[in-house]
């Protein structure tokens, strides 16, 4: 059964200033490859074919990896500077009713080019186990395994890692909360991840545990310059 896949691609990377400047975050380089082409290239891996990248700021830039890479469709998020990323899974809430998808950020770094291949049969976020207090985005778990929330601020928890799959019945649902929410007061602050936690009951994720040998979250000038230099 076919797959999809939605990459975030929209953010004005502010933190990575000057070089986000004159180039979308996702379209900065390491070593040979943009940022999201390390993305991509994990996702044919797997086999995923249908790659969907929602793009704002630059958004014309992106058009040069349909030219690169075979299907690759741009969707155009037109509110992506008044309106928080539940926005860009707005725009691409048609593919999440095609079949089961990948949602990730376009921003990453990928060095496991074998990371998406893994057995995955039902909904997860990927995350990285983090031991003492993390303020980043978090995951707390019941005795099962089972996500209760999905937040900032956690203790010995897993962190998010910006990929996450849905199983095809998921992602519909998924779909419909992006729909629900979208227009309810205080709509314009909510980052996605802000929706899934609303509705967190009403689905079964589980964390799929990765290494940060295998993925990279490149938010700051030094982490860039830093993985630049290795590569």
Known sequence: MAEYAILMAAGMGTRLRPYTADTPKPL????????????????????VKDIYIVTGYLGDQ?????EKYEGITLLKNTVFETINNISSVYVAREIL?????????????????????ADLN?????????????DDWIFEQDANGIITRV??????????AGI????AEEAKHLADCIEKEY?????????????VNLHISEFALTVHPVTRDQITEIDTVAEYESACKNA
């Not at 996450?164 to 199983?167: A, D, G, I, P, V």
């Open 62 to 66: 992106f058009a040069v990896l349909q």
């Open 28 to 47: 900065l380089k390491v070593g040979d490859l943009a940022l999201i082409e390390t993305v991509i290239r994990a996702l044919h891996k797997r086999g």
């Open 151 to 160: 937040g900032k601020n956690g203790t010995d928890v897993y962190n998010m």
């Open 183 to 195: 227009g309810a007061d205080g709509y314009e602050d909510l980052f996605w991840d802000d929706v």
């Open 122 to 134: 039902n909904s997860c976020y990927f995350g990285r186990f983090e031991k003492g207090f993390s």
């Open 97 to 117: 009713r095609k079949g089961a998808c990948f949602i990730c950020e376009a921003d990453l770094l990928v060095n496991d080019e074998e990371l998406l291949c």
């Open 164 to 167: 996450s799959y849905w199983t």
